[in-house]
């Protein structure tokens, strides 16, 4: 069963956030990461990088597949997980704990408001599958 | 086995340049310019041959058996092609040589021109690409070269859901967009969805025909026509011209371009993964986007054309891959108009025969003649048994695998190729083993989970290789 | 001649399985008024005999390195290749074999290819290399879309003394990608001066190494320049035997070599098929187009290789791959694997040695011919002025000597210039003839 946590907000490309003050923690779903399988590399944002909501913040590769990931909301890079260059498999081992992969000083508030609750995604994720 | 670079010991050399047929004086190459250290093996002549020799027994080609490898036309390489290629008349002559002391060589490329025109039916033809995903390239180069001349906003270019990987790669190297275009139930383009998306913004279309299912698209001629009304062009994917040559010309059907891949069709071989050579055929309103040079004749005389108005420029250093198309040259010479048309004739019967033998035990998502091709899916399988084993298992029985999952539209795709070159008793044999792997799946599945058990290593992690990357031996 | 191996039966046989009449029925979905009626007019078919006379005849129609004494280097180089290089290279598990996408079957050519990376990589000192492009002048178009996308930066500059072939590939791929490509003039003995040239929207700096004309650049001053505006250092690499003997691109700051390797191994063969190869350093690792071998363990943990870092690649990442590139120079980078084997260490070093003597020789004996050279911190070729140079070429080709490339062709200011360059195929007995002939031709 996939693992949807209730105090996150959701996007229709599986990333995730969850904010903290300004800042917003960003990674990919559990139903992300399964259906990626083997992560093996991810591309770390830069630090300061400026974003508009949707538009691509960084890539995650597996053995299959080189996957987008896209902000959720607008905002600036202010940390990127630099475990992940080691471990890259945290993303799948952890995807919502130590597998997040970047914070972002989120620009707009107002954006989360365009984003899935948990309960949304989750109906989100079943009608993907009819 | 041990790598090259752990063989040998200090001092040991198997070439040596004596020094009296050289001048001595050291030439003046200042130290700071200098190397100061070179980690080159040192070993001997014999050792040398051992490892590849070894290397070589490690590997598996066409001569040894049967290539059924969907999409890459590994049909038997003649011998006499080789043998031409290296002739020093073709092997010792430089590019920058005056063209008066290399008309045998132009002379070839001429003709080749003219008949790679004459079997595709177009109005000009470039042999510049290095293989088949160059002519591609060179094919969207062009594409958007004619679209900056004639109508600027012409940006996207449309491709089934079947494609290669290798178009929407093009497109995008061209910085042009990609728009996908389903199919439909029979395999064939999905014609209101081409009707909807081709518009005013719409480059073309790029068309791999036989589609990588191995179908010819029945509505090929609507399709062009869809594309052609709405001011767009038509590109041809060739990499299956195999089911057609000599049968009918991509021209015909009204394709604008087309890129070739020497490779396949002509029997060059595949070296591992190329050398190749691609080339790209063009309707004559195309013709001055080609790249340079072209190879032309004036009174007699071979020459090198490079007075192309409109040309994308240059695409590889001097004239495509030559060594290769010597080999191309000499399989269509030796084949002639009748020999090239049994190509396409017994790749489709051998393809069907194979087709209408397996469908009986696997699925077939498909169930039409198919071209040179055709596509079986995973869906029969039991006891969880994948493509994927199925593909190891093959090794284990001395076959190189079929292509698998491509193209993405079937689900555990196994995509098999036998080309016109094999007999009926090879694909008995291979359409057996087929057979015997599924029962095994039935009865003993872990040992077709657990295959290849007869080769040199088991399964290897991918997942590995591409965490901690190990590019270079240390 | 053909290759079907079927007799009538055979072909009744199977169309009695597959349900049709005919072969021509096979062909139902091709609309009639498509199909060619009276056969293709191309010439009719020849035995083998026969095709081998009428190819071996255009073959003589050609001049070849061995009735020429030739100077022809200018990115395409006539080397020693030993004999095990071709038997090894035609063994047809080798040659007959597709891309190993299939690596436990595919063993033998893997570990081939790993070593190749590995002895592109020492050879021009940098962390890794691909498994081959399709030839220098594409793998260094590819560098710079490399540099492209790394920097996100549009502006390409590159030294006027890069090979004019590779120019022009260069400004075709940058052209379809709309980069601007900025020509540096030469300076000072024929070496490129980028001062001013370079910015911070230069995504990269290309210079060729030793130069087009055959200078050796300083890179350790060009990569430093590179650097401080952020733009990716490049050099092409076209005499990889100059790597016997001179520092590697990789110790001297350069990010990528994007080289021409078919030196090693490779006939000349009137320009193809050659061996491109990128090199580069780790941070670049993702951005490089084409294949790549890595090593791994399998299932019971025994070493393996197998293509790794796939997602780069058109088959996967399709519109977002780096690069288009599928089949690539596997065999030609086999011949090169090999043929650096067979060289070894003190081979190559010789090698390379040689052909630096050779073209000292051929300097001063220019030199005492009142010829003016038209630089002199050189490798293994250099430009020279001769008077009416067009015509005492004409000369000396009747003579048979092809005394090297004209240069005004590329560059119309080089009147009477030409380049001439050296290998160890040049010994000094022929060195000595062509200048008695040149002499005479003057």
Redo the contacts between chains.
Sequence with gaps: MTNIPKDLLYTKEHEWIRVEGDVGVVGITDYAQHALTDIVFVELPAQGKKIDQSKGLTVVESVKSVSDVYAPVAGEVVEANSSLKANPELVNHDPYGKGWIAKLKISSKDQLKTLMGPEQYEKYLQEQKH | MKTIFENGGEGRAAVQFSDDQYPTEAPKIEDRFRRKNLKIPEVSEIEVVRHYTTLSKRNYGVDLGFYPLGSCTMKYNPKVNEDMAKLEGFTNIHPMQPEELSQGALQMLFELQEMMKEITGFDAFSLQPAAGAHGELVGVMMIKAYFQKHDKKRKKILIPDSAHGTNPASVTLCGLETQEVKSDGNGNVDLNDLRQKMNDETAGLMLTNPNTLGLFDQNIIEICKIVHEKGGLVYCDGANLNAMVGVTKPRDAGFDIMHVNFHKTFSTPHGCGGPGAGGVGVVGKLASFLPKPMVNQTNGMYHLDYNIPDSIGKVKSYYGNFGVLVKAYTYIRALGPDGLKRVGQNAVLNANYMRVKLMKHFDLPYKRICQHEFVISDRNMPNGVTTMDLAKRLLDYGYHSPTIYFPLIVHGAIMIEPTETETRETMDSFIETMLKILQEAQTTPELVKGAPHTLPVKRLDGVKAAREPVLTAR | ??????TRK??E???K????NS?D???????DN???KG??????????KS??D?????????????Q?V?F?G???Y?H?I?S?V???V????????????????????L?????F???M???TGM???N??M?????ALAEAM?MAKNHTNRKKIVISKAV?P??R??V??YA????LEVVEIKVGNDLATDFSEAVDDKTACVIVQYPNFFGT?EDLEKISALAHSKGAVAIASVQEMYS??????PGELGMDIAAC?AQSFGN????????LGVIACKTDL??RIPG??????????G?????L??????????????S??????????A?AA??H????????????S??C??????AK?RFEGLKLHLLNQ?I?NEFCVEIPNADKVFEKL?EKKF?PG?KLWKYYPEMKNGLLISFT?MN???E?DEFFSALEGSL
């Design positions: 001649m053909d290759f079907v191996p079927h055979d072909i046989g199977m169309l399985e597959v349900g049709v072969l029925d096979l062909f139902r979905d091709i609309p498509i199909k060619i056969g293709l007019k191309i010439p009719a078919s020849l035995d083998e095709v081998s009428l190819v071996g005849g255009l073959s003589k129609k050609n001049v070849n390195s061995k020429y030739s022809l200018g990115g395409c006539n020693f030993p095990a071709a038997h090894l035609y063994r047809s598990e080798f040659y007959t074999a597709y891309t190993p996408y299939q690596p436990e079957m595919s063993q033998g050519i570990q081939a290819i790993f070593e990376q590995t002895y990589a020492r050879l962390d890794l290399a498994a081959s399709y030839c220098g002048a594409s879309m090979n072939e590779y022009q590939v400004q075709t052209t379809a990608n709309e050796i790597l016997g003997m001179l520092r590697p021409e006939p000349i063969s009137f320009g193809g098929p050659h690792m993702r294949r790549l071998v890595g090593k791994t363990t399998d299932s019971e025994k070493e393996g290789y197998i790794t870092l796939q997602a780069r690649e058109q088959h996967i990442r399709r519109e977002k791959a690069s288009n590139i599928c089949s690539n120079e596997a065999l030609c086999l694997t090999i650096l084997s067979m060289l070894g260490k003190s081979g190559l070093q010789k090698a040695e040689i630096a003597k050779n073209a000292t020789y001063k911190n490798y080709v092809i490339i160890e010994t000094k007995k060195m």
